[in-house]
């Protein structure tokens, strides 16, 4: 299994920024796939952007132009750049990933088999 450690939550004004990290470590396959999901109270959990084992990426319409999501494999981390931050940002933010033997999806939607990092809470007033 994938160990996640997230990272870099708390509390912003509406229009700042924060950066959340993710460390992976003991991935079983090379073909790593990665996401963030966030889940505020009350809501299902929803994909907010991921990374495929190939690069490519996907955001949710919600956070379009305002996140970035990037990795940095020399260092095994995930990050989610955050700009122009909304009320309606708050949330649990979770890192997710999976590897598989040669290509793992990206995607919105939670992989079947997927790690899970603790979580770390955003709150945007």
């Known amino acids: 299994h994938v160990q996640l450690v997230e990272s870099g939550g708390g509390s912003v004004q509406a229009g700042g920024s924060l950066r959340l990290s993710c460390v992976a470590s003991?991935?079983?396959?090379?073909?790593?796939?990665m996401g963030w999901f966030r889940q505020a109270p009350g809501k299902e959990r929803e994909g907010v952007a991921s990374?495929?084992?190939?690069?490519?990426?996907t955001y949710a319409d919600s956070v379009k132009g305002r996140f970035t999501i990037s990795k940095d494999n020399a260092k095994n981390t995930l990050y989610l750049q955050m700009n122009s931050l909304k009320p309606e940002d708050t949330a649990t933010y979770y890192c997710?990933?999976?590897?598989?033997?040669?290509?793992?999806?990206?995607?919105?939607?939670?992989?079947?088999?997927?790690?899970w990092g603790q979580g770390t809470q955003v709150t945007v007033s």
């Open positions: 997710e990933a999976e590897s598989a033997l040669t290509y793992c999806s990206g995607g919105l939607q939670p992989h079947d088999f997927a790690d």
């Open positions: 003991g991935y079983t396959y090379t073909a790593v796939c």
């Open positions: 990374i495929d084992s190939r690069g490519f990426i």
